[in-house]
């Protein structure tokens, strides 16, 4: 199964990829998990990274393209994979389709989680992620067990730095000017489905296993 999560920054993608990924037994590919890795080990390609995320800016699409196609032919995707922030623009969803159509394959589903951007802001402060293994947790909606601290790795959990409130709205204005024509282009390609990102973590999952099957 091949899925891509579409939606604004702090509408739930990586938090319902993650739970994808682990029910249907499919890779999370996340690029901002990639970039913020490769910032976090200080190599060429985060220092370039970094200069555009820490404006609320995308990074380039020759910069994430070529990384993306090469992860979904590694062995372990070879049933699937659920995608997360890519592709953000229509050249990187042609990019995609075009290296899916030499690979004879193609996306089954387009999830787009839908949340107004009044609740984002509120949703994006709350945030604390773990830079060391990219799980993610909320202050009060997915509190970590312990605060501060992640579950999964025991790493100290942090407030990201594109997640202050001016960043968050400059996000936002570069989601409605240059993610959100791709609801447009999955919807011509019969794949997008839309599920209500307002609703709690659990009820948003199960409108994506009604959608994508037991
Ligand atoms: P990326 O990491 O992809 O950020 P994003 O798309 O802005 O998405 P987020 O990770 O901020 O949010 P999310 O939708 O995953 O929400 P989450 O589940 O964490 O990208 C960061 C940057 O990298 C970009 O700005 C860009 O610069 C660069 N980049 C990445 N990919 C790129 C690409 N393809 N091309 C160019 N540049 C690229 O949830 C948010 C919070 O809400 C959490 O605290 C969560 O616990 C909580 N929450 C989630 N669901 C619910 C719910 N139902 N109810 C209550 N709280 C909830």
Do not use: W
């Not at 990829?17 to 976090?40: E, L, Q, V």
């Not at 959990?157 to 409130?165: I, M, Q, T």
């Amino acid at each position: 199964m091949k899925i891509i999560m579409l939606g604004a920054p702090g509408a739930g993608k990586g938090t319902q990829a993650k739970k994808i990924a682990a029910k249907y037994g499919i890779p999370h590919i996340s690029t901002g998990d990639i970039f913020r890795a490769n910032i976090k080990n200080g190599t060429e390609l985060g220092k370039k990274a970094k200069t555009y995320m820490d404006q609320g800016l995308l990074v380039p699409d020759e910069l994430t393209c070529d990384l993306v196609v090469d992860r979904i032919q590694q062995p372990d995707a070879v049933n699937g994979y659920v995608l997360d922030g890519f592709p953000r623009t229509i050249p990187q969803a042609e990019c995609l389709t075009d290296a899916l159509e030499k690979l004879g394959s193609k996306i089954d589903y387009a999830i787009d989680v839908n949340v107004p951007d009044e609740n984002i802001v509120t949703r994006m402060g709350g945030r604390r992620a773990c830079l060391k293994c990219g799980a993610t947790y909320h202050i009060v909606y997915a509190a970590p067990a312990k605060e501060g601290i992640c579950d999964t790795c025991g790493e100290k959990l942090v407030l990201r730095d594109d997640d202050k409130p001016e960043t968050v709205q400059k996000r936002l204005n570069v989601y409605h000017e240059q993610t959100q024509p791709l609801i447009d282009y999955y919807s011509g390609k019969g794949v997008l489905r839309t599920v209500d990102g307002t609703r709690d973590l659990d009820e948003v999952f199960s409108q994506i296993t009604e959608i994508l099957g037991e």
